[in-house]
């Protein structure tokens, strides 16, 4: 084990990917929180600590001194007036002002945060310049941009862009330009992350239904089988795969609707025979209603699309259809991403590799938890990364 050379705290610490990063850079933690009773059961399962509930509750000077303070905070507006109005915080009533009450109260060496990376743009930035004048004036350096980094950019196959935040008090020094090429970035691989389907207890659980292997057959047929100059980059809506109503007024919908309206016709009308008949047989599959009778190709330009080579999801706004060289971000909901070449859903085990945890942490017992802690979790190779860069580690 790493040699411990400094003390951190894991607020909003869901299943401990900040634990996970720091303690693997000689780090110790010395105290948790996060709401989550589920995540704080295994928190406790893998470090042996029991994170504190509700971190609004907890008064500052009940916290341990430590080095580095570190939490992935839930993104909440503040008040455009703020101080200029005479408010007395911009940030109260949201729980960036604990990790600012907790920061003014201990004054840590530095300061780890990761946020959503609509942060960086909210509010027309008025979110972010609250945040960074804040801590400005608590006392810390920090870049004058949010950094916006994704796991794919170091290899890790999940597009993931998350703002990351790092602070240090300004009595130690200055926080160092955080550079990379965007242009140079590693091949990503998702066989780096999946599992061998022989590996896997109950395989037969993440596998597709059958009526859904009919479906995207279907959906294969349509796309191989439409004559068009390029594949459709807007959204394949069935139901306006049709002539149009000369009794519906268009412009009653939003531009954006009124386009794919428009675009969808276009695409019937060029290929009217085949249609027809495809509609009537896709209309037999029970599952082709709602969301599943609508399709979202973004897996490139091909002379032969097949959606089983690909990765794909089912969304409210359709079957999602992406390339398969990385998966979609995870997200905080039992239907994960569902491997083409598989036939089946990621397993927990496969989105623990997507967030870098280790292949020694438990997850919770409970399948549907498992699924959203992961897709909650911040990645633990790209904290370790924004860690070294702000404690100085080779």
Wanted: net charge neutral; hydrophobic share 40%; charged share 25%.
């Amino acid at each position: 084990m790493k040699e411990k050379w400094f003390t951190f705290i894991d607020l909003f610490a869901g299943i401990g990917g900040f634990h996970q990063a720091m303690e693997a850079l000689g780090g110790e933690c010395v105290f948790a929180s996060d709401i989550d009773a589920d995540c704080r059961k295994t928190y406790q399962a893998n470090y042996g600590i029991a994170p504190i509930g509700d971190i609004t509750k907890v008064d500052a000077k009940d916290i341990p001194e430590h080095d580095v303070l570190c939490g992935g905070f839930p993104c909440q507006a503040f008040s455009k007036a703020g101080k200029r109005l005479g408010f007395e915080d911009e940030t109260k009533g949201t729980l960036f002002f604990d990790i600012c009450r907790i920061i003014d109260y201990h004054k840590p060496k530095y300061a780890l945060l990761e946020n959503v990376r609509n942060l960086a743009s909210h509010d027309h930035g008025n979110t972010w310049r609250v945040i960074h004048d804040k801590l400005e004036e608590l006392g810390y350096n920090l870049l004058p941009e949010p950094v916006i980094f994704s796991p794919h950019y170091i290899g890790v196959p999940q597009h993931r862009e998350r703002v990351y935040i790092m602070c240090v008090r300004k009595d130690i020094g200055e926080i160092s330009p955080f550079e990379f090429n965007k242009k140079k970035l590693p091949i990503c691989s998702i066989d780096n992350i999946l599992q061998d389907d022989n590996e896997i207890p109950n395989i037969e659980e993440y596998r597709i239904s059958a009526g859904m292997e009919n479906l995207i057959d279907l959906w294969n047929e349509f796309l191989q089988n439409i004559q068009v100059v390029r594949l459709p980059g807007f959204p394949i809506w069935s139901d306006r795969l049709c002539d149009l109503d000369p009794n519906e007024d268009l412009t009653q919908y939003p531009t954006w609707k009124q386009n794919f309206i428009m675009k969808n016709n276009e695409l019937y009308l060029n290929n009217r025979e085949f249609i027809d008949r495809w509609l009537i047989r896709a209309q037999q599959n029970p599952l082709f209603f709602g969301a599943k009778a609508k399709l979202e190709w973004q897996a490139g330009q091909t002379s032969h699309p097949d959606i089983w080579n690909q990765i794909f999801q089912l969304r409210p706004s359709g079957i999602r259809v992406k390339v398969n060289s990385y998966f979609p971000a995870l997200v905080a909901i039992v239907q994960t991403s569902i491997v083409g070449s598989r036939r089946r859903f990621l397993t927990p085990r496969e989105c623990a590799r997507l967030q870098s945890f280790p292949e020694n942490f438990q997850p919770d017992v409970k399948q549907a938890q498992a699924y959203k802690q992961f897709g909650n979790a911040v990645n633990v190779e790209v904290l370790k990364l924004f860690a070294k860069h702000l404690l100085k580690v080779k």
